[in-house]
């Protein structure tokens, strides 16, 4: 075994798995991953799903069985925060004070929720984004009646369908004129107003809330700006999330919309890497720089900078995908639909049962696709959108045309 330490900050999604693919490429020194959690890293989407929603436990969650960081020789450091980086001396200090060396570096530390300036010392306003927070989150709904989801994004939105199937009365409260507009088209956009619609979830949008207060009695006001007020007894807020990025800045590192990596993901050091939300990287098919909020991104980015690490040239170049679950419609999505000319529809939004997809395009080039119970389309759009060739609109709307003739 060579002397050589690699640490890794962040133990979730981007960590483990850059963990594990230095082993598979060969990284022979010690490798350390740190996590502020004291949980056994375990999957961040099924918090807003079947986690909430009392279908699975945490402990059927867990990325890796503990047996697997101890077979790679992972040493994991769980329920520890790093406090700094001094790039002079190539170490890290812990909350504890103890100091840890390196010799390479990889910043893994994904993303916090964004807070409203609203309701922040209230018991029952809560924010999503950890397994304690779900524990938290819990007890609290025992006994409401009415919840009130302050963002109609992906997470406001599985958590609706989680708390509609509750029983409980549900109110999303959206500031833009859809919900989903950063994310996706207008046809999903109303494809998912209507499906929550459907379930008894009441949507309110160009709604922006001005106050949150709370009565003795518990009960909260939420007023929005248009004057019109939503009584709730929980209420729980979903307004994005942002780059954790503060120890890369104070370590003198480039930081935009989250942790500058070229291609390679190497920082603006050369010996640290990132990894996962909480990166601003280049892509070579938009030709500008993102920052993912993805297992996908977190994984296969981490698994690039874990084989530059070990010293090769491997460039960051994946389609971006993601999904959500609600109610019984799984909605897949491949590549950014940002700047299309272009959209074609295939199928019906009103048909449920066979689902559709909405293909984006520009300049004749498939730039993304929405797909709601089409797997076949999502699998068919992620390698015509790699090869970046001109795509023929009548086919991705004939329905007699096999997706998988398109390629
Ligand atoms: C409720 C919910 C549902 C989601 N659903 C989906 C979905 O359906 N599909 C999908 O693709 N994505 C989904 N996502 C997004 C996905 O979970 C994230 O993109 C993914 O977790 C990113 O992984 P990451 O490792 O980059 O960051 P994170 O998962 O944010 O992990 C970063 C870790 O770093 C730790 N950390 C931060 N700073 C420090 C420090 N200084 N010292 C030590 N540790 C530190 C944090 O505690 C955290 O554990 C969902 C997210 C949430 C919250």
């Given at each position: 075994m060579s002397d050589r330490d690699c640490l890794i900050i962040g133990a979730s999604h981007a960590g483990v798995s850059l963990a594990l693919a230095l082993r598979k490429e060969g990284w022979e020194g010690g490798v350390k991953l740190i996590g502020a959690e004291n949980e056994l890293p375990y999957h961040r989407p099924p918090l807003s799903k079947e986690h909430l929603a009392g279908k699975k436990?945490?402990?059927?969650?867990?990325?890796?069985?503990?047996?697997?960081?101890?077979?790679?020789?992972i040493d994991l450091l769980l329920g520890t925060t790093v406090y700094s980086i001094d790039r002079n001396s190539k170490s890290v200090?812990?909350?504890?004070?103890?100091?840890?060396?390196?010799?390479?570096?990889?910043?893994?530390?994904?993303?916090?929720?964004?807070?409203?300036p609203l309701g922040q010392d209230l018991d029952r306003v809560h924010y999503l984004r950890t397994a304690a927070d779900v524990g938290l989150i819990k007890p609290k709904l025992e006994g409401a009646k009415h919840v009130a989801i302050i963002?109609?994004?992906?997470?406001?939105?599985?958590?609706?369908?989680?708390l509609r199937s509750f029983g409980l009365e549900v109110t999303v409260v959206e500031m833009a004129e859809r919900v989903l507009s950063r994310v996706t088209g207008e046809v999903m956009s109303e494809f998912m107003t209507a499906l929550h619609m459907m379930h008894g979830v009441s949507i309110k949008t160009s709604s922006q809330v001005a106050a949150i207060q709370a009565a003795d009695s518990g009960q909260i006001t939420i007023s929005c700006k248009s004057g019109e007020t939503i009584q709730a007894d929980f209420v729980m807020v979903g307004v994005g999330v942002d780059p954790?990025?503060?120890?890369?800045?104070?370590?003198?590192?480039?930081?935009?919309?989250?942790?500058?990596?070229?291609?390679?993901?190497?920082?603006?050091?050369?010996?640290?890497f990132a990894?996962?939300?909480?990166?601003?990287?280049?892509?070579?098919?938009?030709?500008?720089?993102?920052?993912?909020?993805?297992?996908?991104?977190?994984?296969?980015?981490?698994?690039?900078?874990?084989a530059n690490m070990c010293g090769k040239s491997v460039v960051y170049d994946a389609v971006p995908w993601f999904w959500s679950d609600q109610y019984d419609i799984k909605l897949q999505m491949a590549g950014l639909n940002e700047d299309y000319d272009e959209f074609v529809v295939r199928g019906d939004p009103q048909n449920t049962e066979e689902g559709f997809a909405v293909f984006y395009l520009k300049d004749g080039k498939l730039l993304a696709a929405d797909c709601v119970k089409r797997p076949k389309e999502f699998m068919v759009s992620k390698q015509l959108i790699a090869q970046d060739q001109t795509v023929d609109s009548g086919l991705l709307r004939d329905e007699s045309s096999d997706p998988v003739s398109w390629r």
């Open positions: 436990e945490l402990d059927a969650m867990r990325l890796r069985p503990m047996k697997v960081y101890e077979d790679n020789a200090k812990l909350q504890t004070g103890e100091s840890l060396a390196y010799d390479k570096l990889a910043i893994c530390t994904g993303a916090s929720v964004r807070k409203l963002g109609g994004g992906y997470i406001g939105l599985e958590a609706a369908a989680v954790n990025t503060t120890l890369a800045e104070a370590a003198g590192l480039s930081v935009g919309d989250g942790i500058i990596v070229d291609e390679y993901t190497r920082c603006s050091d050369p010996d640290i990894a996962g939300d909480c990166t601003e990287h280049p892509n070579a098919l938009y030709k500008k720089t993102l920052r993912l909020e993805s297992v996908q991104n977190a994984n296969d980015q981490a698994r690039v900078a874990a």
